[in-house]
């Protein structure tokens, strides 16, 4: 093999790698896709998961009975049927970045909570908060892009009525040990709009209404989850791409301990 | 004229009273606290996130980022080396490189934040492995995350595009062609010290042309070739820097803005252990 880097360099914190070396594997190559606009959706990365690219429901099912997601499809996008319940992905996965849009009905009515309101869940348990605030108070943690309940957005980057919105997430999820504690929480970031909304923010648990649920253990992976909450909102370009760790590693993991421990 | 003032003060108590009211209505006074916090969930007097306009094209900045280079002139650039004005080119609305004039960095200096930068490796590069359209973003002056042609281009791991360079490789590699514009979407944490001591290493979040390379790594100290990077105490601020390494590369696009904390703290800050106090903390298995 040919030598691209250097063997002679010191070894990087429990890693087995040198600094600039040859053999550490070299990443993936995928293609980027483009960025979506108003006007028509992007084209997701080339390793992602297509969970909805506007044609038909093929990858939902309705969350109450199981059967065939019954909201409409069309123009490329899918829209709730008020009454028809919440869809959610056959599809279960854990730790990832997940894009998703999302557009409020563009005729306005109803206020607070009751204007455009959907809601993406995550692993089918933790909310983040669909609804048009656009000029359109309610309370901080029932906002646009809030961990619903729990943690409003940093800001309110919210776009008007009916043009298309975009949530770019970041998500971890929750890990239990053998006998069911906590040994991580679910950490979520939030880009709203291209606006970091919540950065590496721990979760206190399930999304619950004028409550707080503690955390229930559960696998790492869950399906995909949108709210029918009685609002025709619409959704588009749906996709998602694992989330794992360097140099191959199946999975993300918090390199503090090892980076804190250099200094001992 | 008395009148008038008791009818105004009249007029205002009634609008503050409504206004009251319409707050209280907002949300609800009756749930439960969240663990750790002073809101009560769905507070109907937890502070209204302020309001942001999004840019109508992506990576466009928003209405409350603070714009580095708008693709006009370099005023908010000099030159790291003499201080000086920044000697790169700047035409068609993006800066140049002019090999030789040495490193830019900006006047201004920030911590913690949410970067936005683009940059593009022309058409014609030349080269190969490190010597092909290399040049380096530089955060509070110190920390590099790599700029390379690494489409079809091939160097060690931890040194090619998005890399943090000589401490991790990105996730994958998700380089356009030379000629095409790429993003780089920043999400950074400054490193704290206490005096001499490191009591929070900087964390770097990176999404290179819409995909995450990294997710909230910790930077393993200051960047170095070919040595053992450590940290060296400085202050929670520092300048952006971009590296002329002798290539021809182009940047545009360049904005910030500053992250902060919920609830208008005025600093980001990782909760996990205020929220789950009793957490195991996580043990290092370094040797």
């Not at chain 2, 998700?174 to 900087?202: H, M, N, S």
Request: hydrophobic share 35%; glycine share 10%.
């Amino acid at each position: 093999m040919a030598k691209y880097g250097y063997d002679d360099t010191p070894f990087l914190p429990n890693t087995k790698w040198r600094v600039h070396d040859s053999n550490r594997p070299q990443p993936p190559v995928i293609w980027p896709g483009w960025f979506s606009t108003q006007e028509a959706p992007g084209e997701p990365p080339s390793d992602a998961i297509i969970l909805f690219d506007g044609k038909d429901l093929s990858k939902w099912v309705s969350v109450k009975d199981g059967g065939p997601a019954r909201w409409k499809v069309e123009n490329g996008y899918m829209e709730v049927v008020p009454g028809t319940g919440d869809i959610q992905t056959v599809e279960e996965f854990g730790d990832c970045q997940l894009h998703i849009e999302w557009a409020a009905p563009a005729e306005v009515r109803g206020e607070g909570q009751g204007r455009g309101n959907s809601g993406v869940f995550l692993m089918g348990r933790y909310e983040i908060q669909v609804l048009d605030c656009y000029e359109n108070p309610t309370y901080a943690d029932g906002t646009t892009a809030a961990v619903y309940g729990q943690y409003p957005p940093l800001v309110n980057a919210c776009r008007k009525p009916g043009e298309w919105q975009v949530y770019d997430i970041i998500w971890l999820a929750p890990r239990f040990d053998e006998n069911g504690n906590l040994i991580r929480p679910a950490y979520v970031t939030v880009f709203h709009n291209g606006v970091v909304v919540h950065y590496h923010t721990p979760l206190f648990g399930p999304t619950t209404h004028r409550a707080t649920l503690p955390y229930q253990p559960h696998p790492p992976v869950g399906p995909l989850r949108l709210q029918d909450h009685g609002d025709p909102v619409r959704y588009r370009n749906i996709w998602y791409r694992p989330l794992r760790g360097y140099d191959g590693e199946p999975e993300w993991r918090d390199w503090t301990p090892i980076v804190m421990a250099l200094r001992g | 004229m008395r009148a008038i003032a008791v009818g105004l003060v009249l007029v205002g108590a009634l609008a503050i009273g409504f206004f009251i009211g319409v707050m209280a209505q907002l949300g609800y006074e009756g749930a439960p606290f969240l663990p750790g916090q002073k809101w009560r969930v769905h507070d109907s007097k937890r502070p209204q996130p302020p309001v942001v306009t999004p840019a109508s094209i992506p990576g466009n900045p928003p209405s409350d980022a603070i714009i580095l280079f708008d693709g006009k002139d370099l005023s908010k650039w000099r030159s790291a080396w003499t201080g000086g004005p920044a000697r790169w080119k700047v035409e068609n609305g993006y800066m140049e490189i002019v090999p030789g004039t040495g490193d830019i960095q900006t006047v201004e200096e920030f911590g913690d934040c949410q970067l936005h930068i683009e940059w593009m490796i022309p058409e014609d590069v030349k080269g190969s492995g490190q010597g092909r359209g290399n040049s380096g973003i530089f955060l509070m002056g110190r920390y590099e995350i790599q700029v390379l042609d690494s489409y079809e281009n091939r160097t060690y791991a931890d040194g090619m595009a998005a890399a943090i360079y000589g401490q991790y490789p990105p996730l994958v590699n998700a380089c356009r062609k030379p000629g095409e514009w790429q993003t780089y979407d920043i999400i950074w944490i400054a490193p704290r010290f206490e005096g001499e001591k490191l009591v929070r290493p900087g964390y770097l979040t990176l999404i290179h042309n819409g995909v995450v390379v990294h997710y909230h790594t910790p930077i393993m100290g200051l960047t170095r070739h070919r040595r053992f990077p450590t940290y060296q105490p400085h202050p929670p601020v520092g300048p952006l820097r971009i590296q002329d390494h002798g290539f021809r590369v182009r940047f545009r696009n360049i904005w910030y803005r500053p992250l902060k904390g919920y609830d208008g703290e005025p600093e980001w800050r990782d909760l996990t252990f205020v929220v789950f106090p009793d957490l195991p903390r996580p043990q290092s298995s370094a040797k």
